[in-house]
């Protein structure tokens, strides 16, 4: 067997010791970083939504739904309509709800030969909503919202 240097021998202190202050340090950072991915309490309390929409007694058959703030303040929510249901989270609170749907009008764009489409949700559904529901935590938040093109 063949002995060390004391220059060898202070090389492996060196690199000894780098090592026992570098894994901890790096774990620390890895830490760090992984603490800062995770939503924490930082953003506001979640909670299921779910329920259907029809208009004139059919369902929708595809559509966006939003659920947004009834104050105005705050984080809205959105889904996507399928069949006249839809699912997802949203924020708790008192929400004004905007629903979102177009057709094929049967007619074609000039330039491009597209289907032209055209909004068949009335205003007060949407822009003008004059929707309202509670989102509240641990509940089931159940909706139905059976609109009239009327």
Do not use: W
């Not at 953003?43 to 659920?67: C, H, L, N, R």
């Not at 309509?81 to 708790?92: C, D, K, R």
């Not at 055209?118 to 139905?144: D, H, W």
Request: hydrophobic share 35%.
């Amino acid at each position: 067997m063949r002995s060390l240097s004391s220059n060898q021998t202070i090389q492996i202190e060196k690199e000894l010791m780098i090592d026992s202050i570098l894994k901890p340090l790096t774990l620390l950072c890895f830490l760090v970083v992984l603490q800062g991915c995770g939503r924490g309490n930082d953003g506001p309390e979640m909670a299921s939504v779910k329920g259907t929409v029809k208009i004139d007694g059919a369902p929708v058959p595809k559509g966006d739904i939003i659920f947004e703030p009834a104050d105005g303040m705050g984080r809205a929510a959105a889904g996507v309509i399928e069949n006249g249901v839809f699912e997802f989270t949203s924020p708790v609170g008192s929400k004004k709800i905007m629903i979102h749907a177009s057709r094929k009008t049967g007619k074609k764009g000039k330039d491009f030969g597209e289907d032209l489409m055209e909004s068949y949700i009335p205003k007060k559904y949407n822009s003008e909503s004059e929707l309202k529901e509670n989102v509240a935590p641990g509940s089931e938040n159940e909706f139905e919202f059976d609109l009239k093109s009327k």
